[in-house]
């Protein structure tokens, strides 16, 4: 006799089919709609990418109030009685907002507007900007990871430059989502790599990881370093000791 169908399968199921009808798609939850359109265009959704062109207008604020819904459940499942406790009552409309709209906006908001320059004077050396701060948060436990980020270029003729508080805006959109601090320094260096597209590219990420403060080993001493190099910094060994001997002097 067969095995009757798990009713969780096929909810799922039903909900990722590809639908012919665009009304079928309105009587989904805005996340299930979402990736849908994700799904349909073969389009990778992990936590540290970006998914604002599968999103449509208002359906943010559809999503905050599903994520909202479900954080309650989580309250609930911890056995907090939010109906009393008064500090509890609006926690999941909160964190809601906060992780869609705030820490986890990378994910959700478009790349933001850069400007960008040519290189009339033909400029070719060394410049440096940092240290940034930057906020993003472990992918393993939603802790935040909070530090700083250098960034060294050596410009050609034909590369475009942009404002410095663009370096700032592009560090804050790739850092506002869940990741670790490998792949993300990873993500900072092909964006600015594709928009800039220098000789050389160079970058630094020193962070503390609360997942280590708070939890854990409980450890509030030790600090993640990393870096990428790209082009002339990888081949050249003079210019990557400038480079980073020119960091240690700005810490």
């Keep these: 006799m067969p095995k009757p169908a798990n009713p969780a399968v096929k909810a799922v199921n039903a909900a990722t089919r590809l639908f012919r009808s665009e009304d079928e798609l309105a009587r989904l939850p ?9 799904m349909a265009d073969d389009c990778r959704h992990h936590a540290n990418d970006n998914i604002a062109a599968h999103i449509r207008e208002g359906e943010l604020d559809e999503l905050k109030a599903e994520v909202q819904g479900h954080l309650q459940q989580v309250l609930r499942a911890l056995v907090i009685d939010t109906d009393s406790d008064h500090n509890t009552q609006d926690t999941a409309k909160r964190v809601a907002r906060m992780f869609i709209d705030e820490v986890f906006r990378g994910r959700y908001q478009p790349m933001p507007a850069v400007t960008e320059f040519p290189n009339a ?12 701060t930057v906020r993003s948060a472990c992918s393993h436990h939603l802790c935040p990871i909070i530090g700083k980020v250098w960034i060294g270029l050596l410009p050609n003729e034909h590369s475009n430059l942009i404002g410095l508080s663009k370096y700032a805006r592009i560090c804050d959109w790739i850092m506002s989502r869940p990741q670790i601090q490998e792949e993300a320094v990873t993500m900072l260096a092909n964006e600015l790599h594709q928009r800039v597209r220098p000789d050389g590219l160079a970058i630094v990420m020193e962070a503390d990881h609360f997942c280590m403060h708070w939890r854990g080993v409980k450890d509030n001493q030790s600090a993640m370093v990393n870096s990428v190099m790209r082009g002339a910094f990888l081949k050249d060994a003079s210019l990557r000791r400038e480079f980073l001997s020119l960091l240690s002097r700005k810490q």
Aim: no cysteine.
């Design 30 to 38: 805005a996340s299930e709609r979402i990736r849908y359109r994700l």
């Design 121 to 132: 004077e033909r400029l070719n050396e060394l410049m440096i900007v940092g240290p940034i």
